[in-house]
């Protein structure tokens, strides 16, 4: 047995391992818990940390969720399965273990820590920015494959988190110097999600960010001041909300453009193929009038290594890329059509590019005009498969139709899948068999695994310790608690290694901190008394 100096030195290169390894990879992940499970064994004294745990009732709230997936084994069929997401909840049950049995940390670890943190965020995006860049040799179509450690919507929620806890140290650090770098970093951060389109983290960091300005106003500012910023943040909501409206407008026809009139003949004299029932356009031109095939099909294939009657590089049929690119630059689908696109204009149809304004205007916007153009398909009863969006109104549909089915203890820890597979082929969904996946919301993958007594007790886990220790906890758990929920209505967050760190690692830690605090409190109290 080591000196207890040198376990606690274990204990917090684990410990910051962790917070800087969970962004990038399986690996760097791992080895950090095992470090900190091993010197935990080692540094033995089970009879105090059994005292710790025992009357701590934050510490079996907290395993009270590993423990649902537990009982839930006892009816799942599927127990292999079962068993595979058990190994990934371990985290759910190991690390609140380990550091509700620790002593807490000091402030100038519990600094050094975030430090850690923020630094691995920063280097994470840097990394991931040089494969969009162009500076590594993996070829990018799709800018989300640019987070190469993890998926793109979870790194996003990193980043967020990130953000704000950068606010929060420039407001609270007295060096000057250490003021600037860290809002430099939080620029860059907000530029990287802008241009790798993070749309759910940016959503999440508007949210957030909104909501504890309001807060700190009504708490800290004077009446006036406090007032002033409620009325706009109302009035920015009422225009983003109004802008949100109308741009589900934006693949409507514009019925006064002369690039809707159909044309008989093109200039080589070949009929054209109109199609106006389709009525979906692009800048206001229709995608499917004034086309014909036998001019496009010779003219593109002079001009790009890719077939005509191929796919694009994302996968979608090329002839409608190249349809759709060209209604937005509102020619004819025609040999003309393909002459007068640039050498670019190429590049970007084969990479999957459907609208020259993507290229133009690159990042969130583009981001957002493919979302709505997912649901404008949706609406007319298209296959949404590869649709981010649209997928996710199939997920969510599907998990609802197996809750109705299962409502009280649901279908169990290993059949979650096994039940959409089936629900998939009973309901005789659009999507193709590689995109029939799970909920992607957490919520509604806790009522499909446990039903609505499950439901419960994953709501009582969330809300529970929030409330209880609300006067204790440090001031970043409130928007980490409130990015997390954000996260689990479009994500499944607890269902993978890198969302299941995240989330347990600061739960665990900002809980663990507080709870401490709390019964430090109380026992000071009772000396005094």
Known sequence: MLPAIWHRYIFLFGLIGLAAGMLFGTVPTSIPQIILAANWLLEK????????????RIFWVLISLFVLHLFGMIYTENVQRGLDDLRNKIPLLVLPLILFSTKPLSYKELKLLFGFFFLSVFVSSICCYAVYAGYTNKIIVDVRSASIFMSHIRFSLFIAFAIIGLI??????QPFILKIVSVLTMLWLLFFMYKLEMATGFLSLIIVGVLLLIIYSIKKLPK???????IVVLLSS?????????????????????????LEKTKNGRTYLQDTVFG???????????????????????????????????GNNLRYTLLRYLASKGVTKDSVGVSILSDQDIKHIENGISNYKYSLNSGLISRWREL?????KYQRGENPSGHTLTMRLEFWKTGSYIVHQHPIIGVGTGDIQDAFNDMYNFTNSKLDLVWRLRCHNQYLAIAVAFGFIGLLVFLFYLLYPAFVLRKQLHYLYWPFFLIALLSFTTEDTLETQSGVTFFIFFQALFLWLASFKESSNASNKTQST
């Open 280 to 314: 979906i356009a692009e800048n206001g031109t229709l995608i499917t009038i004034n086309i014909n095939d036998e001019e496009l099909q010779k003219e593109w294939n002079q001009r790009s290594n890719i077939d005509f009657d191929y796919l694009d590089k994302k």
């Open 372 to 376: 709505v153009w997912e649901y404008t």
């Open 45 to 56: 004294d089970f009879s105090w940390k059994w005292q710790q745990l025992k009357n701590n």
């Open 224 to 230: 006036t001041v406090s007032a002033f910023i409620l």
């Open 168 to 173: 929060y140290r420039s407001l609270r650090e």
């Open 238 to 262: 009422v225009i983003v909300v109004k802008q949100t409206s109308e741009s589900f407008h934006l693949f409507d026809k514009n019925p006064e453009s002369s690039t809707n009139i159909l």
